[in-house]
């Protein structure tokens, strides 16, 4: 059974950064994406990112281009999200999410492809 689990959230300021790791499990193929969501109180969950497996292509949501990176480590089955200059709108619980994915196409932040969740790490960023 596929399993992912995050961590790596915290408080942390304007500004700063914060490495959120997914540890993932059960896989029985290479042909899947790992994406990252977020959903802040009173808004909708919305795509952050993702990387496929295979061809490591990725894919970024406008707010977080140029800030944020995702890769994966596939010796111990982990995908990072590296999150720099964050700001208080990037408050949200952060979540993991995997979908069985072809390697030549780009992987989809669309919440709706994907298939198995984590159960998030909260992020928070004040002064």
Not at 34 to 60: D, L, M
Request: hydrophobic content about 30%; aromatic content about 12%; charged content about 15%.
């Amino acid at each position: 059974q596929v399993q992912l689990v995050e961590s790596g959230g915290g408080l942390v300021q304007p500004g700063g950064s914060l490495r959120l790791s997914c540890a993932t499990s059960g896989f029985t193929s290479d042909r899947y994406a790992i994406g990252w969501f977020r959903q802040a109180p009173g808004k909708e969950r919305e795509g952050v990112s993702c990387i496929h497996s295979r061809s490591r292509s990725t894919n970024y949501a406008d707010s977080v281009k140029g800030r944020f990176t995702i890769s994966r480590d596939n010796a111990k089955n982990t995908v990072y999200l590296q999150m720099n200059s964050l700001k208080p709108e990037d408050t949200a619980v952060y979540y993991c999410a995997t979908y069985a994915a072809n390697p030549w196409q780009l992987c989809t932040v669309v919440t709706g492809a994907y298939e198995y969740w984590g159960q998030g790490t909260q992020v928070t960023v004040s002064s």
